[in-house]
């Protein structure tokens, strides 16, 4: 299996908060990263959490880190059109600095 | 401005012949990453590199071809031995050091056709 799953789709109102949810596998996992993608576009790097940490936040985005059950989320506040892309997770394992992808969540904020 | 450029942001190519995507970076970052991603997937490390003249295969490298022989640059090629070679391309750097967060930035990426 995928060491690394997301959800395919989430669909969001303007104006609430999005929560995108990411499983990885690996226990050695230092750092974990989200990415933005838009149409034709490379990567835009969002923000990271090192795996000692259980919270971070920046601006309108939390990531939450449960470390024993290897689950990572993003929390998108107040919703804009212009989030709409699909957003990726990925994590960087202990023994060196390659990362592994998740297949990514397309959201699709509506008006 | 710093940043990653990649060229040409569309390619063709015919069966049978190699092709050669551009990979340029200003950010003074040791290693270099190429890789694939193809519709509603995720993304596949084909080659990387940790410091110039030095190279390591990825999860796909069969059928590619890279080189690093300045820090700046990192082409990949991609040669006629890949049996579905159509797809989105895309480059990153990082720092590099293995004691910090080393977070890779993408390039805006180079999609290949091949007719």
């Known amino acids: 299996g995928e060491d690394v799953e997301q959800s395919l789709f989430l669909s969001v109102r303007e104006g609430d908060s999005s929560v995108i949810n990411c499983t990885y596998t690996?226990?050695?996992?230092?750092?974990l990263y989200w990415y933005k993608q838009e149409p034709g576009a490379g990567l835009q790097l969002l923000t990271y959490?090192?795996?000692?940490?259980d919270m971070k936040q920046d601006q309108r985005l939390t990531v939450l880190l449960n470390k024993k059950d290897k689950h990572l989320s993003l929390r998108i506040a107040d919703t804009q059109t212009g989030d709409s892309a699909i957003y990726f997770c990925?994590?960087?394992?202990?023994?060196?600095?390659?990362?592994?992808f998740g297949g990514g969540t397309r959201v699709l904020v509506k008006p | 401005d710093g940043g990653i450029t990649q060229s040409p942001k569309y390619l063709f190519r015919k069966e049978g012949q190699n092709v050669t995507l551009s990979c340029e970076q200003n950010?003074?970052?040791?290693?270099m990453y190429w890789y694939r991603q193809d519709p509603g997937q995720g993304l596949r490390l084909i080659y990387y590199?940790?410091?110039?003249?030095?190279?390591q295969k990825g999860d796909i490298a069969e059928g590619y071809s890279v080189s690093r022989e300045k820090k700046e640059s990192f082409p990949l090629t991609v040669t006629s031995a890949q049996k579905n070679p159509t797809a989105f391309y895309l480059c990153?750097?990082?720092?590099?050091?293995?004691?910090?967060?080393?977070?890779?930035?993408f390039g805006p990426g180079t999609r290949l056709t091949v007719l």
């Open positions: 690996d226990s050695s996992s230092t750092y």
């Open positions: 950010l003074n970052h040791d290693a």
């Open positions: 959490i090192f795996s000692n940490m």
């Open positions: 590199s940790q410091i110039v003249n030095d190279f």
């Open positions: 990925a994590e960087r394992r202990a023994a060196g600095n390659k990362l592994t």
């Open positions: 990153a750097s990082s720092i590099g050091s293995r004691e910090r967060s080393n977070e890779q930035f």
